[in-house]
Nanobody
Framework: VQLVESGGGTVQAGGSLRLSCAAS????????MSWVRQAPGKGAEWVSG????????NYADSVKGRFTISRDDAKNTLYLQMNSLKPDDTAVYYC???????????????WGQGTQVTVSS
């Protein structure tokens, strides 16, 4: 089983990034998925989730209206479109399989290695 995130980088405040998470080794379409982030010195923060089939979707209040989660089951890939980025969005972003809700890390079945997002002011 693998979840491989990509698309991170450094962007100025107000900019955009699109993260991808390529899944393999399990039936991706059957799983709810989430994006979770962890900033330096802070605990993990659930960002967004999406049910198998693509609906419903859910977002943390801190990103609602700026981030959009989506999935392409034909490509076994999860996405996170991030617009109007803020310095507070700086974190390592992880994709996780098994739930679309805010859960302790141990309650997700699979977890990626993360991709760094840095937003400069």
């Amino acid at each position: 089983v693998q979840l491989v995130e990509s698309g991170g980088g450094t962007v100025q405040a107000g900019g955009s990034l699109r993260l991808s998470c390529a899944a393999s080794g399990f039936t991706f379409s059957n799983y709810a998925m989430s994006w979770v982030r962890q900033a330096p010195g802070k605990g993990a923060e659930w960002v967004s989730g999406i049910m198998s089939g693509g609906v419903p979707k859910n977002y943390a209040d801190s990103v609602k209206g700026r981030f959009t989660i989506s999935r392409d089951d034909a490509k076994n890939t999860l996405y996170l479109q991030m617009n109007s980025l803020k310095p507070d969005d700086t974190a390592v972003y992880y994709c996780a399989a098994g739930s679309m809700w805010n859960r302790p890390r141990a309650q997700y079945m699979y977890w990626g290695q993360g991709t760094q997002v840095t937003v400069s002011s």
